[in-house]
Nanobody
Framework: QVQLVESGGGLVQAGGSLRLSCAASGRPVTMYALGWFRQAPGKEREFVATISRGGGSTAYADSVKGRFTISRDNAKNTMYLQTNSLKPEDTAVYYC?????????????????WGQGTQVTVSS
């Protein structure tokens, strides 16, 4: 099975940017479509973005479209989430997830492996 470790979170002012990383180990990341989800305090975990196994297909939640960009470097076994124009409502723990399919999914239940999360806090 694959292990996922997120990094890159932190405290940033509104309008700022962060680049989150998700490093995979244990099995080649080329076996998996990947996704980012987030969970704010008191709220359910929600879909943010997903990318296909080869990187050619992506999808985003409406709330982040145009501000966030998902990408992957299969040679480095790593996925990224570039977050720009951050808003206080983006504050959450961000999780990466993997599914052993060619295409990603917006549904949490479709993912088999999860990381521990990285905290993103956006101050106003």
């Amino acid at each position: 099975q694959v292990q996922l470790v997120e990094s890159g979170g932190g405290l940033v002012q509104a309008g700022g940017s962060l680049r989150l990383s998700c490093a995979a180990s244990g099995r080649p990341v080329t076996m998996y479509a990947l996704g980012w989800f987030r969970q704010a305090p008191g709220k359910e975990r929600e879909f943010v973005a997903t990318i296909s196994r080869g990187g050619g297909s992506t999808a985003y939640a409406d709330s982040v479209k145009g501000r966030f960009t998902i990408s992957r470097d299969n040679a480095k076994n790593t996925m990224y989430l570039q977050t720009n124009s951050l808003k206080p409502e983006d504050t959450a723990v961000y999780y990466c997830a993997a599914r052993e399919r060619a295409l990603g999914s917006v549904a949490m239940r479709d993912y088999d492996y999860w990381g521990q999360g990285t905290q993103v806090t956006v101050s106003s």
